[in-house]
């Protein structure tokens, strides 16, 4: 049985950093795409970071230069490194795991040759707040 299970959430103020992790089991971690995805109060869901089993990254254009997503293998922990944070960060943070082959990452998103993957598996969220 697949988990995903976030954790590092909390309230900063502004200009500060919080590390996000992602726990997985249940399938083998290193070989498929991830991402972190946010939901603020009253918006879509978006993607945020992404990486991918070559090891390739990318980010929503909004983040770019101030996260970094990163994972280790031997942990299976997808980590969300969040630098200069700033108000409009404020959302529920998820983790998401694609099982599909052939998946790449551009964007902060996982796609398929579909398109934009829709992601397996998901964790319930961890809260990030920020105070300017």
């Known amino acids: 049985q697949v988990q995903l299970v976030e954790s590092g959430g909390g309230s900063v103020q502004a200009g500060g950093s919080l590390r996000l992790s992602c726990a997985a089991s249940?399938?083998?971690?290193?070989?498929?795409?991830m991402g972190w995805f946010r939901q603020a109060p009253g918006k879509e869901r978006e993607g945020v970071a992404g990486l991918d089993s070559d090891g390739d990254t990318s980010y929503a254009t909004s983040v770019q230069g101030r996260f970094t997503i990163s994972r280790d293998n031997a942990k299976n922990t997808l980590y969300l490194q969040m630098n200069s944070l700033k108000p409009e960060d404020t959302a529920m943070y998820y983790c998401?795991?694609?099982?599909?082959?052939?998946?790449?990452?551009?964007?902060?998103?996982?796609?398929?040759?579909?398109?934009?993957?829709?992601?397996?598996?998901w964790g319930k969220g961890t809260l990030v707040t920020i105070s300017s």
């Open positions: 998401a795991a694609s099982v599909a082959w052939g998946i790449y990452t551009s964007d902060g998103y996982c796609y398929n040759q579909g398109g934009r993957d829709t992601m397996d598996y």
């Open positions: 249940g399938y083998t971690f290193s070989s498929y795409c």
